[in-house]
């Protein structure tokens, strides 16, 4: 039994770094974005996601190391010893949306990175056919940690906070062998919905309480 769970085990970290590695080969991570016009949703799009509400943020193009210069609260892992080195990596140029209600995808915690992907596929599936122009997402790292500021200018409330249990969203971003980045609230910090932390987490396993966060944008 314990050689067969030994194997199963097994296979999942080879699907897991087998993703990570095509991602890598395929230029979507970690290269930076190159800079481009912000990509906006139709007006029709817009109409049906504020309708259904969501809110609509645009990224600028932020890192975790430009928020934090800019005087924002955000709590890390020195990431500058890993291969790669997410604090500087940039948010996309792109309107996003997200619904505050129902920010999480439910019962996306506690699954592999490969789980979760073919979770927020289907979601995005789905929710084309009600909204056509948009796709849903899962962002990188410095996508969530721009949209929590974003989010925080615009409303004073925290992305991250007290009213999601302080959950966390699961990022595409890796970090050192099969583990990705993680963006979510501080709550061991005095003030927990004062600051943000961006840390790792072993995508072959899972963890309670790392969600997908859908992050809906214009269909490419």
């Known amino acids: 039994m314990k050689r067969l769970e030994d194997g199963k085990?097994?296979?999942?970290?080879?699907?897991?770094?087998?993703?990570?590695k095509a991602r890598?080969?395929?230029?979507?991570?970690?290269?930076?974005?190159?800079?481009?016009e912000v990509r906006r949703f139709n007006d029709e799009a817009r109409a049906a996601l504020e309708?259904?509400?969501y809110k609509i943020y645009t990224l600028t193009g932020q890192s975790v190391?430009?928020?934090?210069?800019?005087?924002?609260?955000?709590?890390?892992?020195?990431?500058?010893?890993?291969?790669?080195n997410f604090d500087t990596?940039?948010?996309?140029?792109?309107?996003?949306?997200?619904?505050?209600?129902?920010?999480i995808l439910p019962n996306t915690d506690n699954k592999t990175l490969v789980q979760q992907e073919k979770m927020i596929k289907q979601f995005s599936i789905e929710?084309?056919?009600?909204?056509?122009?948009?796709?849903?997402?899962?962002?990188?790292?410095?996508?969530?940690?721009d949209l929590a500021c974003t989010h925080l200018d615009a409303t004073d409330e925290s992305q991250?906070?007290?009213?999601?249990?302080?959950?966390?969203?699961?990022?595409?971003?890796?970090?050192?062998?099969?583990?990705?980045?993680?963006?979510?609230?501080?709550?061991?910090?005095?003030?927990?919905?004062?600051?943000?932390?961006?840390?790792?987490w072993r995508s072959v396993l899972g963890w309670p309480y790392d969600f997908v966060v859908p992050l809906v944008v214009p269909k490419a």
């Not at 990596?89 to 920010?103: F, G, H, K």
Request: aromatic share 8%; net charge negative; no cysteine.
């Open 65 to 84: 190391a430009s928020l934090r210069e800019a005087g924002r609260e955000i709590l890390s892992v020195d990431s500058s010893k890993y291969v790669y």
């Open 51 to 53: 309708e259904d509400g």
């Open 160 to 200: 991250f906070g007290e009213n999601y249990i302080y959950d966390s969203a699961i990022s595409k971003t890796p970090t050192v062998n099969v583990l990705v980045a993680l963006v979510g609230s501080f709550h061991f910090y005095p003030d927990p919905d004062g600051g943000m932390l961006t840390l790792h």
């Open 127 to 145: 929710l084309g056919k009600k909204i056509p122009g948009v796709e849903a997402i899962m962002g990188g790292a410095p996508n969530y940690t």
């Open 89 to 103: 990596l940039t948010s996309r140029l792109s309107e996003v949306a997200i619904n505050p209600d129902r920010l």
């Open 24 to 36: 890598i080969k395929d230029g979507a991570l970690p290269k930076k974005e190159t800079p481009v």
């Open 9 to 20: 085990r097994n296979q999942v970290r080879a699907d897991i770094i087998s993703v990570l």
